[in-house]
């Protein structure tokens, strides 16, 4: 039996029902837009009036346009807009302020020039919990729902949009417990195995069925009475150490009391430019290319993630109050942006995030505006986005300086909550590309707004173009924004033995076993 959950409403549903489907009249909606990412930034270049973009620069270094990697070259415009000077010129000095007036007109530039805004008519999403499973992570029980959440596609049925989850809960703590939700490739973790007598009558009725497809595999199973093509994985192992800072940060969670849950962004919205007319945006926009000012792709992930949150806050074993979001790469630009639009976000761990996320669009360092606005990552941003790579248009050519805002915006509009800013080292993967420093910049930029909604910055000084980097695995962990670059590769791994108390202290939770 399927669960039907339309926020305030439960249904009962079979299986059966679920799977009827009605034909479709495709002559009643609008025609469905195919076109490649090509296509589709050209048409976009097109309505901003723009004939030119400026290429990107190459990561490998031996090219000749090889990105920047000169420090004394990375600062062409170094003064950063000020994140407490309203766009009329008065200083921002009191929470009311900041809460009122300046955050407001910083979400409305994001919003038009970077992530794209949400439409007026997005669709609810029913999530189905599709399977519940009672599991084991290593010696520590757990209740695993794989979930899916099914989009209202009433308005254009051409397009359907279904978001894949999966909800993991420790067993054997008290709660409702903390989750940390993570941008990825969903999975039960240990799928509960049949016993040896149930195994038994799957593995008859198995070779009974392949006998009756091939009658030539009677004489192969004959020939080998004893084998099973059918076999268990192996089962708990209640004598394995306790997870260390090298196991899997999931299993670092659920040893902690926390629960976890991970969504797929590719069920949310394609990551490429020739799917923005499917998904949720092409579904909003009825198969129709985007205006300069729609939301992109990580708009679309960040939404996603606030879906599922809604789902969390039905869960009785989930404290709704104390949810995190987390992501590496691109899923940390989308992870951030989940944190700064939506504030019932507790904390966010934003991992490795470059460019889009917490590195500064100014810094001509590795990764360049001029990257996110090519054919190969131009979907992630709002169309807008593409008129500071412009070599020629109607308008002139502009560059990341005459951006309105900064990633160091970005991160003040997460204040006062936990946000930790991970990064690992270029020697181990984690490139240059992604210039740690201009995160670094944007990381100590934000603190001013901390301080002022009475949250505690990295701890050092408020000047970004003088504080040194920390060396590697320095932590500045003591406040609500946080800062650490640990010695492995493009992920945050290594840093969740240090996210995961840090977090547990400032959300004022205690692991108490049952």
């Not at 131009?378 to 412009?390: Q, S, V």
Request: contains cysteine; hydrophobic residues 40%; aromatic residues 8%.
């Amino acid at each position: 039996m399927y669960k039907y959950l339309t926020f305030g409403l439960l249904i009962g549903l079979s299986g059966g029902a679920m799977a009827q489907q009605t034909a479709i009249d495709s002559s009643k909606y609008p025609r469905l837009k195919t076109f490649t990412a090509v296509q589709d930034q050209a048409e976009m270049m097109q309505q901003l009036g723009i004939k030119k973009l400026r290429p990107g620069p190459s990561g490998n270094e031996a090219d000749p346009n090889h990105a920047n990697y000169d420090e004394s070259k990375a600062e062409p415009c170094p003064q950063l807009p000020d994140v407490l000077t309203t766009h009329n010129g008065k200083k921002v000095t009191t929470p009311d302020q900041w809460w009122k007036q300046r955050r407001p007109e910083l979400i409305e530039d994001f919003e038009r020039e970077m992530y794209g805004k949400l439409p007026a008519n997005l669709p609810k999403v029913n999530w189905i919990v599709k399977v519940t499973d009672n599991e084991f992570v290593g010696r520590i029980p757990v209740i695993a729902k794989q979930l899916i959440g099914r989009v209202d596609n009433s308005a254009y049925p051409l397009i359907n949009v279904n978001i894949n989850m999966v909800l993991v809960l420790p067993q054997n703590v008290k709660g409702p417990v903390p989750v940390m939700m993570m941008l990825g490739f969903p999975a039960l973790p240990a799928p509960a195995q049949p016993s040896p007598t149930d195994l038994e009558k799957i593995n008859i009725a198995f070779k009974e069925m392949m006998i009756k497809s091939n009658p030539e595999m009677k004489a192969i199973f004959d020939h080998y009475p004893a084998y099973a093509p059918i076999t268990r994985l192996p089962g708990a192992n209640f004598f394995a150490p306790p997870p260390t800072g090298d196991s899997p940060p999931t299993e670092q969670l659920l040893a902690a009391g926390w629960g976890y849950c991970t969504i797929e962004p590719g069920s949310i919205q394609a990551d490429n430019g020739a799917g923005l007319t499917r998904g949720i945006i092409g579904l909003v926009n009825k198969g129709q290319p985007r205006k300069p000012d729609d939301w992109g792709a990580l708009r679309a992930w960040a939404w996603g993630a606030s879906r599922a949150l809604d789902y969390l806050e039905t869960e009785p074993q989930v404290n709704a109050k104390q949810v995190g979001v987390e992501g590496v790469s691109r899923y940390g630009k989308a992870a951030l942006v989940a944190m700064a639009f939506d504030q019932r976000f507790a904390l966010g761990l934003i991992g490795s995030s470059g460019k889009g996320g917490t590195t500064l669009q100014r810094r001509i360092f590795g990764e360049a505006v001029e990257s996110l606005a090519g054919s190969g990552e131009y979907h992630w941003m709002a169309g807008n986005y593409l008129k500071y790579a412009a070599a020629e248009s109607s308008f002139g050519p502009k560059t990341g300086c005459d951006l309105p805002i900064d990633s160091h915006e970005l991160l003040a509009l997460c204040a006062p909550r936990p946000t930790f800013v991970s990064y690992g080292i270029p020697e181990k993967g984690d490139a240059k590309w992604l210039d740690q420093m201009g995160s670094y910049k944007a990381t100590i930029a934000a603190g001013p707004v901390f301080k002022l909604l009475g949250a505690r910055d990295l701890g050092v000084s408020n000047d970004y173009n003088t504080e040194k980097m920390p060396d590697v695995l320095t932590g500045l962990t003591n406040g609500e924004l946080a800062w650490r670059q640990h010695n492995g590769g493009h992920t945050d791994a290594p840093n969740f033995q240090y996210v995961i108390p840090w977090a547990s202290k400032l959300l004022k939770y205690e692991r108490i076993a049952k």
